[in-house]
């Protein structure tokens, strides 16, 4: 039911440092606190769209078995259980079933080949993979992977066929506060993936962010589109809801306008969660494509990366609802919202403000907080932010920590009224004739041409200016993508966002590269340009 809004400044002072105790068991928290209420635990979309929902009761008798399982095979506390699965009722009994019996969940994204899986399942050293049939092939080509349970009978021991006839009850194993429930793997963009190990606690801010942030009510349909393989999907289409006691949806079927809107209108979802990639997309539909659902959505949150405010501006218009941008990382979860259950002043193109629980700040390269209006690198207070959970790179030498901070690598500048604006990754961020240009707001800027679906902006070797702006754009179908076209997105840039930032070269795409979770790969672009510039140097003057 509705809460009354409560002001964000005034909350956060009356907020305890002191670190919660935390849950026994992520299983306990996410399932057994909410046992003998008969409420839907999980709402599921199969692919022929047959709507099917399951109580928290019947996950109890599930992951019981699932627990059983894994002891039978001597698969305790910490130790990993992988899951290769699509969004689906197995997916959840996984999950919920290796937290029962102590051990660690690692999530794998259904659209990762043979490598990526190699890498994080000799990382984790996984003692059991949970894959579906469709999936199950390209484990035949991870060398040394562990034992695999499928959906499908085949080769491999059936997952239904296992539970059958195990008991149905199953004390959950007690572990602290440190101890591990996941085990995520950075998304990869500067590097090889880096594993992270998530301890119970975090469940302590997951629970925060969807409160304070998304605002999920009692009477809220509520639809997290982001794919559990990931961080968002996982930690906040699974975890969170579940720990607040909340039905969590699935939607099995590859996302696509018609499917979002249908499940939208089908379901009555009031509250939906997903990223910026699929919010463009609705937008690009158009109007008429929104109009059957405009006014459902009573919150709209947005997360991975930086939303662009002509689709914050469209969502109001075309369906008349607020979607507010949110900041984190698979190391720290949330951690910079715009609220919708606290008030605080919302600025479209500013992240927010912290989410309660961590203490946040703007540094120079020597460690100093930055004024007003200059960027800086957001960085996390390690003491004095209880809710953080990140405790460094599983195996790895060099740590993102510096005097006390956790570094986390993207360029922020801090507003007057306190907010956080988000400015880029700093490897992102692009050096011109002595200024320091954010892609975001030239992206933005970009989008609200009527012409331009996506783009991505991206600093091009230059011996004048150091480095110029170059923007990769994603054309509507009916748009002519010629010289003219170019030109006249350049002098938009110019005229609406300023006279040093604005692209000085425009290459149109079909598609931008992204990772698998749908945020766009920039060094790769960065890589491209950098060896356009290098194969036609310019003329080197005569004597």
């Not at 709507?51 to 019947?58: A, D, L, N, P, T």
């Not at 720290?332 to 700040?361: D, I, K, W």
Request: hydrophobic share 40%.
């Amino acid at each position: 039911m509705q809460q009354p809004i409560r002001d964000y400044f005034e909350y956060v002072r009356t907020l305890d440092a002191t670190p919660a105790p935390g849950p026994l068991n992520a299983w306990q928290r996410c399932v057994g606190a909410h046992l003998g209420q008969q409420r839907e635990a999980l709402c599921w979309i199969d692919l022929q769209r047959v709507v099917r929902r399951y109580s928290f009761e019947q996950l109890d008798t599930w992951t019981a078995q699932f627990a059983q399982l894994l002891t039978a095979r001597g698969i305790g506390a910490g130790e990993v259980v992988a899951g290769l699965l699509p969004r689906r009722l197995e997916l959840l009994i996984v999950v919920l079933g290796t937290w029962r019996a102590g051990a660690v969940y690692q999530p794998l994204f259904t659209a990762f080949g043979p490598k990526a899986l190699e890498h994080r399942l000799t990382t984790s050293a996984a003692r059991l993979v949970v894959a579906s049939g469709d999936q199950r092939p390209k484990l035949d080509e991870v060398q040394g992977g562990p034992p695999v349970l499928t959906l499908e009978s085949g080769n491999d021991e059936d997952f239904w066929a296992a539970l059958e006839g195990l008991p149905t009850s199953f004390p959950p194993v007690p572990r602290e506060r440190e101890d591990p429930c996941m085990i995520m793997f950075t998304s990869g963009t500067t590097g090889a993936a880096k594993g992270l190990l998530v301890p119970l606690h975090a469940l302590d801010a997951i629970a925060t962010y969807m409160r304070d942030a998304v605002d999920v009510r009692e009477d809220d349909v509520l639809w997290n589109i982001a794919d559990p393989g990931w961080a968002y999907g996982l930690y906040y289409g699974i975890a969170g809801p579940l720990a607040l006691g909340h039905s969590v949806t699935f939607h099995e079927g590859p996302f696509t306008v018609e499917s979002c809107y249908r499940t939208i209108a089908e379901l009555g979802v009031s509250n939906l969660m997903g990223a910026p990639t699929a919010y463009r997309m609705l937008m690009a539909a158009g109007d008429a494509a929104a109009a059957p659902v405009k006014g459902r959505l009573r919150a709209v949150s947005s997360a991975g990366e930086p939303l662009n405010p002509e689709v914050i501006r469209w969502f109001e218009r075309a369906l008349d609802t607020v979607i507010h941008d949110h900041y984190g990382q698979t190391e720290t979860g949330m951690t910079l919202c715009n609220h919708h259950a606290l008030a605080h002043p919302v600025q479209p193109g500013s992240a927010g403000f912290p989410l309660p629980g961590y203490r946040l700040e703007v540094l120079d390269e020597a460690g100093q907080p930055q004024p007003v209006g200059v960027p800086g690198m957001l960085a996390v207070h390690v003491a004095d932010s209880p809710a953080l959970f990140f405790r460094g790179y599983w195996k790895a030498e060099q740590q993102p920590f510096r005097d006390g901070w956790y570094l986390t690598g993207d360029t922020v500048e801090r507003n007057a009224d306190g907010s956080i604006a988000f400015v880029g990754r700093s490897d992102d961020v692009i050096t011109s004739a002595g200024y320091r240009i954010g892609p975001f707001d030239v992206e933005s800027c970009l989008l609200e041409h009527e012409d331009v679906i996506e783009a991505a902006v991206v600093g091009k070797p230059d011996p004048e200016r150091f480095e110029l702006v170059k923007a990769y754009v994603v054309l509507r179908k009916e748009a002519v993508a010629d010289d003219a076209l170019a030109q006249a997105l350049s002098l938009h840039v110019k005229r609406r966002l300023s006279a040093h930032a604005y692209p000085r070269e425009i290459a149109f795409v079909d598609a931008l590269p992204k990772t698998p979770s749908g945020k766009i790969q920039r060094f790769l672009l960065r890589n491209q340009a950098k060896a356009e510039a290098e194969a036609n140097p310019p003329p080197v003057p005569a004597a």
